[in-house]
């Protein structure tokens, strides 16, 4: 049974976070939780009181950042508890991606004021996103940095408003870069990959990529992915 975790009990701590708690509308091969925390609450102090690291270069961010990397991390270090690893610590690699235990994978994303952890033992890659919907004027300046001629074709058929499903593409090859990130150890582009199928009743969306990234990663093969509407944003998730 999954049980939520509740932030150590102090009128600091209840300020800036919730409990972490369980999400279940996107099934995957681990586990994914949960919380909402409060920036305008931050306070370094925060990060003792949650028993979470503050490291060197994470303490020269703004405190915007910072209130987003505690609530990502303290999420994380709760759904690791589920897997018997306790309040471990979840460094930063010379990359600046998360460091995470032997034997597990995991992902973070964070908008608005919700931070999201996904984390297994099964799957090969994996990459959760989670982003509150562009503005029309915003969806217009970056769309052809986000999608394809042959993309929008197939999307303006969708239904949806043009920067929902705008913030859709984004937030699906958002997820694909972090699932294949830590095999292929290089950037690339949204462009990079391409939507080409999209089912809007089973929330499911393929993507191919473009080019290739390692020997192993080429260009040409397919990626599932999987995504839902929540808590006013837009969920999705990459596992392979």
């Known amino acids: ?40 609450e931050y306070s370094d102090l925060l990060f003792k009181a949650l028993d979470v690291t503050l490291s060197e270069d994470v303490r020269l961010a703004r405190d915007k950042r910072k209130s987003e990397f505690l609530a990502g991390r303290y999420c994380a270090q709760q759904a690791l508890n589920h897997y018997g ?13 998360p460091q995470w235990p032997k ?13 999201v952890c996904a984390i297994s033992r099964q799957s090969v890659g994996l990459g959760i996103d989670y982003e509150l919907p562009v503005t029309d004027k915003t969806a217009n300046e970056i769309g052809n940095l986000i999608v394809s001629e042959k ?29 294949l990130y830590p095999k292929v150890k290089q950037y690339f582009d949204f462009l990079d990959a391409e939507v080409f ?13 473009l080019r290739n990234l390692t020997p192993e990663v080429r260009s040409g093969q397919i990626y599932d992915g999987k995504y839902c509407f929540h808590q006013g944003g837009i969920l999705t998730l990459i596992e392979y």
């Open 103 to 115: 034997g597990v994978i995991g992902s973070i994303t964070h908008a608005g004021n919700r931070a």
């Open 197 to 209: 199928s999209i089912d809007h009743v089973q929330q499911t969306i393929s993507l191919k990529l």
């Open 151 to 179: 993309e929008k074709l197939l999307l303006s058929n969708s239904g949806l408003p043009y920067a929902n499903w705008l913030t859709l593409i984004f937030s699906i090859k958002e997820s694909l870069f972090k699932a």
């Open 1 to 40: 049974m999954i049980h939520t975790s509740t932030p150590p009990q102090n009128q600091r701590t209840k300020e800036f976070i919730s409990e972490v708690r369980p999400v279940t509308k996107l099934p995957l091969q681990g586990q994914l939780f949960e919380c909402e925390f409060n920036p305008k």
């Open 85 to 97: 690893y306790q309040n471990i610590d979840i460094p930063i690699g010379q990359d600046r991606s």
